[in-house]
């Protein structure tokens, strides 16, 4: 352990300083998965009793929100007002409290934003925001944190994918009508975090969920961080929040008695780009109208309206998530900014399926030091689950689930995939949530009551590398 020590001690002085951003020292979290972006391999009866469909292809039946809402468009919202309603509640979040859960990412669409929909040729249902409202407010009753996470991009980063909300190979996101579609919730969603009081748990926002990892089939991403920065930064300056390194450098004075207007005034502002301009001046009236529908009249328009909140953590996917020489988000910085990383051994390309070749991968995981070593941290790790290449003991269970906690702890921590996964007779029992589910992990014992401790401290001794010896790892 002590050869351990010493090879952490860089990258944990990094951390410690890039931590100061956040509003707790390490996070231990769970994903809101499949509640406000349905993936229905997670709840495949659900799904099916709802009326959806099950296929091998995803893009071939009804599979996806999407393909649900061109199915049943005059019952789709009432339909998904049940599921909203019953797949994440105030007991889940008891549950959550109970067991140490600090932080939640949130997977969101872009239709939460209604506005956004192109409805002559997109098709999602309505009333989702009604509930994370709801969801949100909960969780801060809870002292929860949270992270937005725009899960599901306009036009659909990443082909083939459930978790875009539609599945297919036309993918239309790195475009500048999607990129710009894209930076208009992003000023909404600012606007509510720290506007709406039942956001007040929100630390983050994060702005692109698993884009494709070539970095040449994404032309343009790289100046879509640095718009989505600027764009949060921006509301974050309106509301007279300060942030070191950028100002508007207007000559006129913000009104201070009507936030949309004054973002309209911002929105003129020759420090930001065309498209950052465009974007503020476009969530104008989605603002409004919200304000109108949840009685936000008073924060949002006619009202005084400086906060007292802290910057947002800008989060995006680390640089290393792509290749083929991809933009590195750390450039796009101003302010506090976090990073992600996901890793699913499940999906093949890391390590051996085998025991011990799982185990000594995760045990000498360097992708912290590697990021860090490019300015990407704080990084967080916010996908990660259980599952496996082969037919996994719960003995092994233990074990894999204390050493990959124990990895991703080396960096700002961890958010689990998923809070929960159906159980029923169409998986087989538990069989989908004994490797899936973090509450089951819990029940089952995996996973420990308090989230920052481990079945067996030492899970990683016997598969460390000698700090002298060369060596890489995933």
Known sequence: MKNLFFSLLPSLAVLSQALAGLPTRKIYGVNLG??????SWMLPQEWLDMGGQSCADCS???????????????????T???????????????ELKDAGINTVRIPLGYWIVEALVNRSVEAYPRGGLEYLRRGLSWLQDAGIQAILDHHALPGVQTPNQQFT??????????????????????????????????FGSVFAIEAVNEPIMDASQTPGYGGFQMDFVQTVRAVELVLG?????????LSESLPTSNFTAALGVASTASVLSPEVQSALNQSIPILIEIASQYGL?????????QSSGSALVTNFMDVNWQYDNPSNPADAAIGPQGYDNHLYYSFGGVADPTEDAYLTSV?????????????DSPLWFGEWGLPTQFN???AFLYQWADAQKFAYSQGAGWIFWNFKTEISNLTNGNALARQWSYLEGLELGFLTQDPSALNNPNVCVPYMYNSTTNSTSA
Do not use: K
Not at 69 to 74: L, M, V
Not at 242 to 248: D, T
Not at 298 to 305: A, D, H, R, W
């Open 241 to 249: 929040i300060p942030i070191a390194n950028m100002s508007l450098g």
């Open 392 to 394: 996994a003991t719960d």
């Open 363 to 375: 045990c000498n995981l360097q992708r912290i030091q590697a990021d860090a070593a490019v300015g």
């Open 165 to 198: 909300g539609d599945c297919t190979t036309d993918v239309q996101f790195y475009t500048p009508y999607n990129y710009g579609r894209a930076l208009v919730w992003t000023a909404v969603m600012t606007t509510l975090a720290h506007l709406d009081p039942n």
């Open 297 to 305: 009249q008073g924060p949002l328009t006619s009202s005084p309206y």
């Open 80 to 94: 998904f007002a049940r599921h909203w309603d019953a797949w994440f509640t105030q007991d889940n979040v008891n």
């Open 34 to 39: 499949s509640w406000l972006v349905l993936e």
């Open 60 to 78: 071939t039946c009804i599979a996806t929100e999407s393909s649900f809402a061109e199915a049943y468009p005059d019952t789709v919202d009432q």
